[in-house]
């Protein structure tokens, strides 16, 4: 099978989506099939080329075994809706048009970014393949839950046309969550046609390891309780919430390590040098491999969202790879996510953007040592069930009945 796969973010870079289409692509790989990714010039989060790149028209690289044919586009940084709907359009202009020269059997694109999509669906016309829609955000909604646009504006209304459209003519569509997929045929879309595939780790990569000394040395975090956050810092994950307050564990040796980047980084660290807050460390993003070591050193692991209900159909996937490390999870999302630590015991749950419904998990989960050990259970009991390896062949099996 030929699998013709259009996102805008892949390695090198090393966010969930990226992640997510790799790990896919070389397991169809090994299964046989020939995959061929259009993306751009990796330039997340920071919307700057990355060294060694250029934002060229077109350009080919072969990428252990999978064929990346990486295309102009307009790239800026991950803040401003209007300058990042500009890139996800030219994006979506420069793939439909490298696209069509690309033998195929079946094509896949995956949202957000949303415009994709669109490509997607001309090229299946175009080609008189099948196409489907991996759904891993339900946008435009998502960019309401952060206030980013006005739901009653007509650029927000057409864009959920734009949206019901896509989803009618998709052949398929895959979703990372099961609220997603309700949600959907709640929209009178066909439910058969629509498939869960949830994020999960690559456990061959992701395992537990000691705590690597050399970081905790370098950070001067020895004899600390480690309490990390790995990944973006944007207006979904409001983490601004832990920085009025984390000063105050500072007595009990408890320090916050965020690594990563995203538009309120500069907004996180203008508060934390205003507060003058010392057990807090901000870190850049490192590669894929490199995480690994910083996720060892830290003791539980920070998963928080802003509170809303859309947020409650959103599974993280930073849950997944730090369960794989036996960190446990500590939860600041309702809805599914918290479902399923729940379900497997393998962290606490705390209400989003609530402080004392945080620190009174925190503290638990520092003080007890053996419900401690007991979410580390939980964790080996979860990643049992979110293996990638698993979840990616299923995927490949739901794209064959389309060949």
Not at 133 to 160: C, G, Y
Not at 297 to 315: E, M, N, P, Q, W
Not at 326 to 332: D, T
Not at 342 to 349: H, P, V
């Amino acid at each position: 099978m030929k699998i013709l796969f259009i996102t805008d973010n892949f390695p090198p870079e090393v966010n969930a989506p990226a992640t997510r289409t790799y790990e896919h692509c070389m397991e169809w790989l090994k299964n046989g099939a020939e995959v061929t990714v259009i993306t751009c010039a990796p330039n997340f989060p920071k919307g700057k080329v990355y060294d060694g790149y250029k934002n060229r028209l077109r350009k080919e690289e072969m990428m252990n075994g999978i064929r990346v044919i990486r295309v102009w586009s307009y790239i800026t940084a991950n803040e401003g809706f209007f300058k990042r709907i500009l890139d996800f359009m030219s994006f979506g202009f420069t793939a439909f048009w490298a696209g069509l020269f690309i033998k195929t059997d079946v094509i896949i694109a995956t949202s957000p970014q949303f415009f994709t999509t669109p490509s997607a669906w001309l090229l299946s016309v175009f080609k008189r393949k099948p196409w489907v829609f991996e759904v891993r955000d339900l946008w435009p909604e998502s960019i309401k839950a952060v206030s980013a646009m006005n739901e009653n504006s007509r650029i927000f209304k057409w864009l959920e046309k734009l949206e019901l459209f896509l989803y009618r003519r998709a052949d398929q569509i895959i979703t990372v969550t099961e609220a997603f997929k309700k949600n959907i045929e709640g929209r009178g879309i066909d439910g058969k046609k629509i498939h869960v595939i949830k994020n999960g780790a690559n456990l061959g990569l992701f395992q537990p390891k000691e705590k690597c000394a050399e970081i905790l040395k370098e950070l001067g975090l020895h004899n600390k309780f480690i309490v990390g956050y790995i990944g973006t810092h944007g207006m979904a994950h409001k983490l601004d919430f832990f920085l009025h307050f984390v000063k105050e564990t500072s007595a009990d040796n408890i320090h916050f390590l965020f690594m990563g980047e995203g538009a309120e980084k500069l907004k996180l660290l203008k508060i934390a040098q205003e507060q003058s807050i010392e057990n807090i460390t901000f870190l850049d993003n490192v590669s894929k491999n490199k995480v690994i070591d910083y996720v060892s050193v830290i003791d539980v692991a920070l998963v928080h969202l802003k509170r809303s209900d859309t947020f409650k159909t959103v599974i993280p996937s930073k849950i997944f790879e730090s369960a794989a490390m036996r960190k446990p999870i500590l939860l600041g999302v309702e809805g599914e996510s918290k479902e399923i630590i729940e379900n497997f015991n393998a962290g606490l749950c705390f209400i989003p953007e609530d402080k004392e419904s945080f620190l009174n998990c925190l503290y638990e989960m520092k003080d007890d040592t053996l419900l401690y050990q007991e979410f580390q259970k939980g964790c080996d009991e979860l990643v049992k069930e979110f293996d990638r390896e698993k979840l990616a062949n299923k995927m490949l099996e739901y794209l064959s009945e389309l060949n």
